[in-house]
Nanobody, 128 residues
Framework: QLQLVESGGDFVQSGGSLRLSCAAP????????ISWFRQAEGRAPEGVSC????????NYADSAKGRFTISRDNAKNTVYLQMNSLKPVDTGVYYC?????????????????????WGVGTLVTVSS
């Protein structure tokens, strides 16, 4: 079972930046498309961005477009989410997640109900 580990969450002021990382110790992360979700207190997880296995395609939620950049370094077995111009509404627990491959293909998804593997999350707090 794929195990994902997020890091990089922190407390920042509005307008600041953070870079989150998603690793999978002992697994080949390059076999999976990876998605980032965030969850504000009392709300369902919201898909933020996803990236295909080779990094050739990236998808973003409207709320992330122009501010967030997803990338991956398969040699380092890590996926990143660079977040700039952070706003208080970006506050939440950020998770990386993946879909189990079907016929050898792992799809890029932004609906939380489609995900099979989740990390434990990293907290991002943006103050006004």
């Amino acid at each position: 079972q794929l195990q994902l580990v997020e890091s990089g969450g922190d407390f920042v002021q509005s307008g600041g930046s953070l870079r989150l990382s998603c690793a999978a110790p002992g697994f080949t992360l390059g076999d999976y498309a990876i998605s980032w979700f965030r969850q504000a207190e009392g709300r369902a997880p919201e898909g933020v961005s996803c990236i295909t296995t080779t990094g050739g395609t990236e998808n973003y939620a409207d709320s992330a477009k122009g501010r967030f950049t997803i990338s991956r370094d398969n040699a380092k077995n890590t996926v990143y989410l660079q977040m700039n111009s952070l706003k208080p509404v970006d506050t939440g627990v950020y998770y990386c997640a993946a879909v189990a491959p079907v016929r050898g293909r792992s799809r890029c998804q932004l609906y939380y109900g489609d995900m099979h593997y989740w990390g434990v999350g990293t907290l991002v707090t943006v103050s006004s």
